[in-house]
C-alpha cells in the first residue's frame, strides 16, 4: 500500500544494499561513542540502587515500605501494573499492525519489541518483591508438592503469574524469531571471527532458503495471530486484579477494556519518550521519519480518548449505582487527601492528549516528546491513585488509613528505570534495532510501486 | 518453611554488625544506612540476603532435643495446661484470677468466677499482669548504694537497727507503703508496731478516693445519675458494677425493664459513653449541679427531670458522685443510695502523708521502709517528696522495678510478683483470697511478708508459713487443712466477705472554685497511676474515645480549641499554679469547654525501656489540696508539634450504619425497627452457587452493643491468648498494629457533646469470605465448621485477603515483629502460648476464633465421645468481657445462647449487604430515654 | 566432475532474474534445487514445487493440547485431588478456570509454531555447504541465489550450460 | 567464505539443546525425589543419643508397655519422655552400675535432665495429638512402625503433610480395635476397609474436619 500524500516511511534513494548497511553499521562500524558509555553508565548505577534496595527489602521484609493496613498494596503494585502496561506497545505495533498491514511500523516493531520485553522484565521483578515472603513465590506455580496443595485457582493473581509469564514468553520467541535473519546478516558482515561467531550461534545457521522462509513467514504470521488476543488478554488479566476483588474503586466490569487501552497509551508514549532521542542519536531520521512518530501520535490520541471515556464512565457509573461506598470513593478522589495525583491523572491523560488533535503538533519532535513524557507520568499516577485511593478509605470508617510512600518505595521504582535503561543501551549496541530484512523488503515494494 | 527463613534470619541476627543495626532500626525513627560502616556491613549482608533467600528452600530441618523432667510433678500431665486460683491487686484490692499454666510456665490469666470482683471477668490490668511477671527490667537484686548486696546483707543491717529500734521503741521507724487489704500483711504490720509502738506507719495511695465509696447494687437500680463518677471505667469494682449494668440493658435476656443512666462529667468516660443522657460540664458546673441536687434549689431546667425521676423511683435509684464533689453533696448521695449499698464503706486508718511529710522536714524519721508503690513519682508535687527523702538517713525500698523511688533509696530490695509469692488480699467487700505463687521467683524477689517478718526478726520463715499461719490463727481446728486447701482451690476465703479491712489514704477536699480554663486530672486508662508504664501490652492499648497509644495528651473540647486555635498534636504549655507542664494537645469531642484533662502516669523517668519518657509527667501539676485539678489553668501555644500514634483516624460514621441505635420504646413497638435498617443482606437462596451445607457444628459469635463498655478487655485478652506481638509507637503510626480484635469508637450528633458508640470487631469469619477468594495459594480457606481459617505456614504474604477483608480484621507481619524490643527478651518466650503459632515476617493473621480452645474442647468430647456442649468453648475476647457482651457457640444448635442471641430482632449483620455472610454479628444499642427530659 | 560436489548456485540481483532461473529450473525438470534470497521472495517457494507448509497444523494441535492441560490441572487440583471451600464458591468454579486455560493455550501453541518452524527448517544447522560460497555472504544482504543439488537426477554436464543460460552475475561450484 | 563452524556443528548444536532440554528435566526429577527421599525427611535416619536407648530391648526383651514411659500419651497431645526416675525404678536394681548408663545416673544425682534427640521432629506449626489419635484407634506403630524391633530408634514414616494427609483423607483404611492401639505386631486385616468403616461408625470418626487447614494448622 501506498500514501502518496504523506511522508514517506523511508526517505528516498535507499536501495536494500544501502539500508542493510545503514542498520547494521550502527552495531558494527559504530565506534563507541562518550553518550553511550555515559548512558550506560547512568542507568547501570540506577541498576545498583535498586540491588540495593531489594537486599535491604529482603533482610528486613516490605516494612520498609510504606504499606500498612488498610493499604496494603503500595508502589510494587503500581510499578508493576504500569510497566506490564508499557510493555504492551511493542506487541501491539508488532503483531496487530503487521496483521493490519501497517507497513509503517517495519522500521520501529524491533525497537519497540525489545522496550516490551524490557518493560516486562521490570514489571516481573515487583510481584516477586512484593511479597512478604519471596522465597515461597513457587507456591504460586502447580507442581506436585509433598504438602498436597495445589495454587487457588480463583484468584487474579494466580492468572497473573500465567499471564505475565505467557506473555513474557511468547514476546521474548516472537522478537527471536524476527531476529534471526538479521542475525544471519550480522553473521555475514561482521569482520572478527569472534562476532561472526556468536552472531553465528545465534542465527541458527540461517541461510534464506525458499522454504524457510516460506515456513518462516507462516510462524511469524501466527505468532502475531496469537499475540494480539493475548496482548489484550494479559492486561485485561491484571485489571481482574482490582476488579474481582469488592473495594469501591476497584470492583468495575469496565477495567479489562480501560486497562488495555490505557496500557497501549502509556506504551506509545514510552515509544516516543525512547525513539525521539534514539533517532537523532543514531542519525535514523530517515527510517524512523516523522511519519512513525504521527501514527505514534495518532494512536496516543485514540487511546487517550478511551482512557478518558474510562474514567467518566466510572463516574458515571458511582453516581448512576447510587452506592454509597462506590459515591464517596469517587468523591474522596477527587477532593479527599490524594486530591492532588487525582486532578494530575486528569491534567497529564486527559487534558495533554487534546493537544495531538493537531498535525503542527504531532509532527514537531520535540513538542512530542515533551507529551509523551507527561502522559508516562500521568498513567504512573493513575495507577498509583487507583491503588491507593480505593484502599485508604473503604467501607469502614474506624479503618480507614493514609498511606505515604518512603524512600525504599521511590528507590525500587527509580531502580527500575536503571534495569530498563540498561538492558536498552545494551540491546542498542548488540543487535539491530531495526529489522533489517523488512526494511530490505520494504524499499523494494516501495520502487517498485514507484516504477508502477 | 518459616523455620528456614527464621534460621537464616538468626545466622544474619549473630553478626554483630546487624544486630547493633537492627537496634538502630527500632524503633524504626533511626535512619536505616546512615554511617559508613553500617553502609559497608550492609553491603556484605545484602550480597548474603540474596545467597539466603536462594538456600532457604534447599535446608533440611535442623535437629531438636527433647528435655524430659528428672522428677515429673504428680498432677502435672506433660502438654495439658494447670490452672491456679489466686489473686492480683488494683489499689491494694483483689481481683480473684485462674492462671493458666503450662509445664510450671503462667502463660494466661483469667477472672475467677467464683470471685465477687471478678466474677470470671477480668479487666486489662489483670490481662496485662502476666507480661509484667515477666517483664525483663523488672529489678533483680538486692543493691545497696551502687553495690550489688545480698538479702543476708541486709537482714544483717536489719538486725543492727533492730537493737536500736527496741532500746527506743522504734523512734524514727516508718514504714510507707501503698493501700493495702492483705490480712495477713496488716497483722504483720500490726504486730511490728506493737513491737515498736513509737514507730509510725503511713499510706500513699495516688488514686485513693477521698472517703470510702459504699458498693451499691447497680443491678438493683432503675435510675442512675453519675456525676464525675466512672463507675464503669478501671477500679477495684469495675468487673461488678459493668455486669450488673449489662444485665439491666439486654433486650434479649427478657429483661423488657432498662434501667436508665444519667451521666454529667467534664470528659468522657466509659460510664459517660453508656449514658441515656450525658452533660458535659466542667467542675464548677458540676459541683454547681451537685449542691442544687442535694439542696432541690436553682436545679438547671435539665436537671429537672432527672432529679424527679430519681425522685420517682427512690429507693431503687442511685446518685453516685465522684471524688472532686464537696463532702456534703456526697453525704446527701449516701443518704440517698442507702437502700442499694451492699458493702460498707471501709472504716479509714493509718496516718496520712501530709504528716509523713512533716515528720520528714522536722528530721523525726530515721528508717525509712517503702513497701512497693512509687511515692517519689506520684505523690503530690507540692510536698517535694523527691528532694525531701534525702532527709531521711536510711532508706529501705521494697519495688518491683528500679523506679524513680528506688533511685532515691540506699537499699533497694527486688520485690517477688504477686504471682510469685504466697500472700493474701481483700475484694472491694471484704472477701478475702489466699494468693498462691504459680512460679518461683524468676528474678530472686522477696514478699513484702517476708520483709516485715524480718523488720520483726523473724527472718527464717517463708512467705508460705507466714501466710498460712495467720490463716491458722484464723481458722484453728483441726479441719484447718480442709478449709486451707479449699479457700486454695476456690480462690476465696469462705464467709471472709464483709470483713476488717484497711485504711485508706485520706485526700484534701478539691477546692472546685475560682475561675478561667479547669484542670481535671484522671488515671491513664491503659497504664492507671503509672504503675503499668513499662507494660507494652497496655502502652499499645488503644486508649477510648482517643485511640491514641503510647502517649498521654491535653484533652480539650472542640469549642475551646476553636477560641484558643489549637489542633491535634500541637505542643501547649499548661501554666497551673506557678507550674508549667508541656503537653501535646487533642481535641476530644464531648469534653466540656474550657477544661483541660491530662491523664496521670506517664512521662516516666525510670520506668524501664518501655515506659521511659512516653507521654508527660501530669503530675508535675497536682497538688496535695487539688488531686483532682482546679482552676486557674493558662495554655500557651508553643508552635511545637507532637505527633500522635492513633489506631482510628476517623470516629465520624459518615452517615453508615455501622453501629445502630435506637431507643427501648421503638424496639418495644416495631421490634424490626432498631436493627433491620440499611439495605438488606442478600436472601440465602439469592445465589447461583449450590449453597454449602455446613453439617456438624457452625460456630459463630454475637456482640451485644447494648452491653459493651468499651473497657478493652477482649483486645488485650486476645493478645495474651494468641502471642500477638507488640510494634512499637512509629508501627502503629505507620497503621501497622497487630490487634485482632479491635474497639471501634464512633462520635454521633453535635461535637460538643456527641453520642459514644463502641463497637468491638473481630474477624467476621464471612461465609462468602471475600478474603478467601483472592489468596493465589489458598492459605485462607473455610474449615467444614464455617471457621475462615488462616494457615500462616503456607502464607506468602500477598496481602490482597486483607485489601479485600471489608472490614480490615486482617493484620500482617510487615517486620520480624518477634524479634522487635518488645518482643526479643529470651525470658518473653516463657510467656508464649504454646497452642498457638509465633507468627514470622512477611505473613498475614487475623482473629481465629480461639481455634486451640475449640479444637482442645472437642478433642476432650471426642475423647469421652459426647457432645460440646453449649458454652463449652469461651474465645479469650469473651471470657474476659466483664458485661458478658460477646457470645459464642454453635449457631446449628437452636438452644445455644449465641443462636438465641441472632434470633434476636436487634440481631445484623456488620456489611451484610455485600452478601459476606458474617458469622459475626451483631446486636443493636438500646437506649432508655426519659420521656419528660424529651419534652424540655 | 568431482565427486564431492553439492551443487551448482547461480547469484542474481534482481528478485525478478530469481523467479525466472527457478521457474526455468522447474520447467527443465530439475527438483532437488533451492532458492536463496536476504528477504522472502513472494512464489519463489512455490515455483521450488513446496506449496503449502504444515506449521498451522502443529499451532492447532500446540493449542488444544495447552488448552486441555490447563483446564484438566485445574479440574483435578481443585475439585479431585484437596478439594477447599473457598469462601463459599463451588469446588468447580469454571469461570475463574478459564483465563488461565486461555493463557496456556496461547503459550503452547506460541511454543509449537517456533519451535516447529526451526524443527521443519532443520535449524539450527550451523553448517551448510552452501556457506562454502565466499559469495553466499550476500545471500543475507543483496543478492539471490538459486541452487541444483548434485543428487538431482537431472544434474550433469549440462547444468553450468543450463544455469549460465539464465545469465546471471556469477556460478559457483558448491563444495559439499 | 569459509565455513565459520565446522562439519560437526551441527551435531554439536543438536546435542546442545538435546542436552539443554534432558538437563532441565533431570534437575526437576532430582528435586522432586529429594523432597520424597529419605535424606530429606530424615525417614529410617537412626539419631545417636545420650544413652543408646533400645526399644528392642525393653519392648520386645522385656514387655514393658508403651505407656509405662510415655505415660500421657491417652490424656494429652505430648505423649511423654519419661523423667530420669523412671528410668531409675528398674535401674537403681539392674546395671546399677553399667556405664553406658552413667548420663542416667549423673542426671538423677545433679538433677540436670538428660536431653534427647527428638526422632519424631513435628515443624513447630504443625500441632499433632496422641491422644485423640490413641483413643480413636490409631496404632502406636502406625506411625511409629515396629519400635519393638528397633535397637536404636529411627523415624518410621516421612512426616511430611501429604502422608498426614493420606490418613486423614482415608481414616478407615488405618483405624484397628482401641485394644490394639498398643499392640505393636497387630496387622490391619484383609477387609480392613469394612472393619474401619464400623470401628469409625463406633469411635465417631467422621470425615469431615479432618482435612480442614485447622486441625493441625493454629
Known sequence: MNVPDETPVVAPGY???????????????????????????????????????????????????????????????????????????????????LLLHQDWRTSINRFAEAMTLFAVACAGLFPLLHLGRP????????????????????????????????????????????????????????????????????????????????????????????????????????????????????????????????????GFAMVLTLLIPVRKAYGLQDFITIRHLENCAKIMLATGLMVAHGYITEMFMSWYSDDKFDIYMTLNRMFGPYAPAWWLLMFCNVLVPQALWFKSIRTNPAILFVLALLVNVGMWTERYVIVVTSLHRDFLPSAWGIYHPTRWDWMTLIGSFGLFLSLLFLFLRLLPAISITEMGKLVLDKKESRQQ | MNMNTWRSTDELEDRPAFRDWLQREFPPLASEWTNEASRRSFLKIMGASFALAGLNACTRQALEKVVPYVRQPEDLVPGQPLYFASALNLEGYARGILVESHEGRPTKIEGNPEHPASLGASDVFMQAEILALYDPERSKSVMNGLEVSTWDEFLALVVQEREKWKSNGGIGLRLLTGHITSPTLLSQIEV?????????????????????????????????????????????????????????????????????LYVAESTPSMTGARADYRYALGPRALQEFGTALATEASLPSWGVPILADLTRNKGRSLILLGDSLSEEVRQFARNWNRPLQIAQPLPSNGDSLSEFMQHVEAGKIETLVILGGNPAYDTPVDFKFAEKLALVPLRIRLGLYEDETSALCQWRLPEAHPLETWSDARAFDGTATIMQPLIEPLYGGKSAHELMAALAGNAVVSGYEIVRQYWHAQHAGDDFEKYWRKSLHDGVVAGSAGGKSSPFAPSVRAAASGSGLELVFRPSPSIRDGRFANNAWLQELPQPFTKITWDNSALISPATAKRLHLSNEDVVDLKYRGRLVRAPVWILPGQADDCVTVHLGYGRTHAGRVGNGVGFDAYALRTSDAPWGGSGLEIVKTGLRHPFATTQHHQSMEGRDQVRVGTLAEFQQHPAAVAQVGEPAPGGDETLYVPIAYKGHAWGMAIDLGACIGCNVCTIACQAENNIPVVGKEEVARGREMHWIRVDNYFEGAPENPRIHFQPVPCMHCENAPCELVCPVGATAHSSEGLNQMVYNRCVGTRYCSNNCPYKVRRFNFLEYDRNPFESAPVLKLLRNPDVTVRTRGVMEKCTYCVQRINRVRIEAEKQNRPIRDGEIIPACAQA???????????????????KFKASPLNYGLLAELNTRPRTTYLAKLLNPNPEAEKT | ??????????????????????????????????????????????????????????????????????????????????????????????????????ELMVLFAAVAAVFGMLLMNGLPKPYHPVFNVPAFKLASQTRFFLCLQATDPQFGEGTKHFLTSLNPIAIHEVES | ?????????????????????????????????????????????????????????????????????????????????????????????????????????????????????????????????????????????????????????????????????????????????????????????????????????????????????YTCHR
Open chain 2, 881 to 899: 468481657c466483664p458485661a458478658e457482651a460477646i457470645v459464642f457457640g454453635d449457631i446449628n444448635d437452636p438452644q445455644s445462647r449465641v443462636a
Open chain 1, 15 to 97: 536501495d536494500s544494499g544501502s539500508v542493510t548497511r545503514k542498520i547494521t553499521d550502527v552495531v558494527l562500524a559504530r565506534p563507541l561513542g562518550r553518550g553511550w558509555l555515559a548512558g550506560f553508565a547512568f542507568a547501570f548505577a540506577l541498576l545498583m540502587l535498586l540491588n540495593f534496595a531489594i537486599g535491604w527489602l529482603l533482610i528486613r521484609g516490605v516494612g520498609i515500605w510504606g504499606i500498612n493496613i488498610p493499604v496494603a498494596w503500595g508502589f510494587a503494585i503500581v510499578n508493576f501494573v504500569w510497566w506490564i502496561g508499557i510493555g504492551h506497545a511493542g506487541t501491539f505495533i508488532s503483531a496487530i499492525l
Open chain 3, 1 to 102: 566432475m568431482n565427486q564431492n560436489l553439492y551443487g551448482m548456485m547461480a547469484e542474481f540481483e534482481q528478485t525478478e532474474e530469481l523467479l525466472n532461473a527457478a521457474r526455468a529450473a522447474f520447467k527443465a525438470g530439475y527438483r532437488k534445487m533451492d532458492a536463496y534470497s536476504p528477504f522472502p521472495v513472494e512464489g519463489v517457494a512455490e515455483v521450488l514445487g513446496f506449496e503449502h507448509t504444515r506449521v498451522p497444523l502443529v499451532v492447532l494441535i500446540g493449542g488444544i493440547t495447552g488448552a486441555a492441560m490447563a483446564y484438566g490441572m485445574q479440574y483435578y487440583s481443585a475439585v479431585w485431588d484437596y478439594p477447599l471451600n473457598i469462601g463459599g464458591r463451588p469446588l468447580h468454579s469454571w469461570p475463574s478456570f478459564i483465563p488461565i486455560t486461555f
Open chain 4, 1 to 213: 567464505m569459509p565455513q565459520l563452524f565446522k562439519r560437526r556443528a551441527n551435531a554439536i548444536a543438536n546435542a546442545a539443546i538435546m542436552g539443554g532440554v534432558l538437563i532441565f528435566l533431570g534437575a526437576c526429577g532430582v528435586v522432586y525425589a529429594l523432597g520424597r527421599s529419605d535424606y530429606w525427611t530424615r525417614k529410617e535416619e537412626p539419631l545417636a543419643q545420650p544413652v543408646p536407648f533400645s526399644h528392642e530391648h525393653h519392648v520386645a526383651g522385656l514387655g514393658i508397655d508403651c505407656r509405662y514411659c510415655h505415660t500421657s500419651v491417652e490424656k494429652s497431645s505430648f505423649a511423654g519422655m519419661p523423667p530420669t526416675d523412671t528410668c531409675m525404678t528398674c535401674h537403681s536394681q539392674v546395671w546399677k552400675d553399667a556405664p553406658v548408663l552413667q548420663p542416667v545416673r549423673d542426671s538423677m544425682q545433679n538433677g540436670r535432665p538428660l536431653r534427647w534427640t527428638r526422632v519424631y521432629d513435628l515443624p513447630d506449626y504443625v500441632y499433632f495429638d496422641h491422644s485423640i489419635h490413641v483413643n480413636k484407634g490409631i496404632g502406636c506403630a502406625s506411625c511409629h512402625g515396629r519400635v519393638d524391633q528397633m535397637p536404636m530408634t529411627w523415624q518410621e514414616q516421612p512426616l511430611y503433610m501429604r502422608w498426614c494427609l493420606d490418613c486423614h483423607w482415608q481414616p478407615e483404611m488405618h483405624l484397628r480395635p482401641l485394644e490394639e492401639v498398643f499392640n505393636l505386631s497387630y496387622a490391619s486385616p484383609k477387609n480392613q476397609f469394612l472393619l474401619g468403616t464400623t470401628l469409625a461408625e463406633q469411635n465417631h470418626v467422621s470425615h469431615d474436619g479432618l482435612t480442614d487447614c
Open chain 1, 135 to 266: 522465597w515461597v513465590f513457587y507456591w504460586l506455580l502447580p507442581y506436585p508438592d509433598t504438602m498436597g496443595l495445589w495454587p487457588q485457582w480463583r484468584s487474579p493473581l494466580v492468572w497473573d503469574v500465567f499471564a505475565v509469564s505467557t506473555y513474557a514468553t511468547v514476546s521474548l520467541m516472537f522478537w527471536y524469531v524476527g531476529l534471526i535473519p538479521d542475525l544471519a546478516t550480522m553473521r555475514d558482515r561482521s569482520a572478527p571471527r569472534p562476532l561472526q561467531f556468536i552472531y553465528g550461534v545465534m542465527a541458527l545457521g540461517w541461510r534464506g532458503s525458499a522454504r524457510h522462509w516460506k515456513r518462516f513467514k507462516m510462524a511469524y504470521l501466527l505468532l502475531a495471530g496469537l499475540a494480539t488476543p493475548l496482548v489484550l488478554s494479559v492486561h485485561s488479566v491484571v485489571s481482574l486484579d482490582f476488579a474481582v476483588a469488592i473495594v469501591p474503586g476497584w470492583h468495575s466490569t469496565i477495567f479489562p477494556p480501560y486497562f488495555v487501552a490505557g496500557a497501549i497509551f502509556s
Open chain 2, 192 to 260: 511490728l508496731l506493737q513491737e515498736f509502738p513509737n514507730a509510725k506507719w503511713h499510706v500513699h495511695e495516688p488514686l485513693a478516693t477521698k472517703a470510702p465509696q459504699p458498693i451499691y447494687d447497680v443491678g438493683k437500680a432503675e435510675v442512675i445519675l453519675a456525676v464525675e463518677n466512672d463507675f464503669l471505667g478501671p477500679g477495684p469494682a469495675q468487673l461488678k458494677y459493668a455486669r450488673d449494668f449489662a444485665s439491666r440493658r439486654r433486650a434479649d435476656s427478657g429483661a423488657t425493664k432498662f434501667n436508665r
